[in-house]
């Protein structure tokens, strides 16, 4: 591992605590986020290692497993999911996150005052006043346990029971205050499906487990996404209270500041990597972690895009920094991808990403018979 004093730059923030720029963050998200260099591992190890796939696009995982994985298999993952190795549930933030069955009946425990509480704040909510939620989530629990249902059709079946309440707010509570699976086909590449929901319990024959640990859940994030601030890790799963838990752990974790003067905590093995690492291109779905689990996210994000113009679109990595956007187009049997920069590029990046492009296409329109790639310069 690196000495980090010798990659870090800035100002000391306090004895022998160093400052990570900018540059240095990115490159160590990267690292450990596996977007540097793809690895030889199995989907199931990438998953758990990454603490879950944000999956509320069915194919967001494929893209973001293409993008780490040498050589990977989309039948493997799919495989995963049709024998209930992997799950897509409602985990962090409250969004579908693709996980292995072992993550989802620990992670689930952690995160479920989150959905809670949630909940509590939306219409649906307040729309089911004065009505006992547990009598609804009981029976709701009972006719999904009895077969999966999509949200309309649990709804229509609750509206029986409550005839004087929204069968959408009847289903949402379910959504919400149930660990919810999606069942295949429904996340099967190649294949397609309503969004029909069982618990996680019936789905993988098991009860969800009591010996969750938010102090393991913390190192998990840190391996992954840190050095991070408290901030940060409450971003990437909308928890309360870890302040207390990264109090508890100080003594197990390394600090450092940014460039900013906040605190960032790590694993101590954590390994910090040279800002001048080459960072090759990457093509990220719509959704990925890797941009959406920090409060400040100018350690991935280009200077010249945000969050919401990512919408219906995946990211692109230029020199480590979300740059671009991609989306592609189909018509009949022709596939159109569409790249937007947001900045201009050289001669070299654009061939790289060109270069790209043209492994990824047949990866995410492989039935297409014509394919073409279209850029769109910055400013046009």
């Known amino acids: 591992m690196p000495d980090p004093a010798t990659v870090a730059t800035g100002t000391r923030a306090g004895a022998g605590v160093p400052t990570l720029d900018r540059r240095t963050l990115n490159r160590t998200l990267l690292s450990r986020q596996l977007l540097l260099e793809r690895v030889h591992r199995p989907p199931a190890s990438v998953i758990e290692h990454l603490v879950g796939l944000q999956a509320q696009e069915p194919g967001d995982p494929y893209v973001a497993l293409w993008s780490r994985i040498e050589g990977f298999d989309p039948r493997e993952l799919s495989t995963l999911i049709s024998v209930r190795a992997a799950v897509r549930v409602g985990l962090m933030r409250t969004t579908l996150h693709l996980v292995t069955a072992r993550d989802c009946l620990t992670m689930y425990a952690l995160v479920r005052d989150v959905l809670v509480r949630t909940f509590r704040t939306t219409p649906f909510a307040k729309s089911l006043d004065g009505t006992d939620l547990d009598q609804i989530v009981a029976t709701a629990r009972a006719l999904l346990e009895e077969r999966p249902h999509t949200p309309s ?6 509206g029986i029971t409550w005839p004087d ?51 393991d859940l913390v190192r998990r994030y840190l391996v ?40 960032l905590f790590d694993v101590p093995d954590g390994a910090i990597a040279d800002p001048e690492t080459p960072a090759p291109i990457r093509f990220l779905p719509q959704y990925d972690n890797v941009f959406l689990s920090h409060e400040d996210r100018s350690r991935i994000l280009g200077s010249g895009l945000t969050i919401p113009e990512l919408t219906w679109r995946g990211g692109i990595l230029i020199d480590g920094f979300v740059s671009a956007a991609w989306r592609m187009r189909r018509e009949k049997r022709a596939a159109t991808m569409t790249i937007t920069l947001t900045e201009p590029l050289g001669r070299t990046q654009r061939r790289d990403l060109e270069a790209e492009a043209e492994r990824f296409f047949p990866f995410v329109a492989a039935e297409a018979e014509a394919r073409n790639v279209r850029i769109v310069e910055a400013g046009t």
């Not at 059709?153 to 609750?158: F, K, M, S, T, V």
């Not at 699976?181 to 969800?208: D, F, H, K, S, Y």
């Open 224 to 263: 992954a996404f840190g050095p991070a601030t408290v901030a940060d890790m409450r971003t990437w799963s909308w928890l309360t209270g870890l302040r207390p838990v990264v109090e508890r752990l100080r003594g197990r974790l390394r600090t450092y500041r940014d460039e900013a003067g906040r605190e």
């Open 153 to 158: 059709e649990l709804g229509a079946r609750l």
């Open 165 to 215: 309440r929204d069968p959408a707010a009847l289903a949402y509570a379910a959504r919400y205050l149930l660990p919810l699976v999606q069942v295949p086909p429904r996340g099967l590449w190649g294949r397609t499906g309503r969004a029909t929901n069982t618990t996680a319990e019936a789905w993988l024959g098991t009860g969800m487990a009591g010996d969750a640990s938010l102090d």
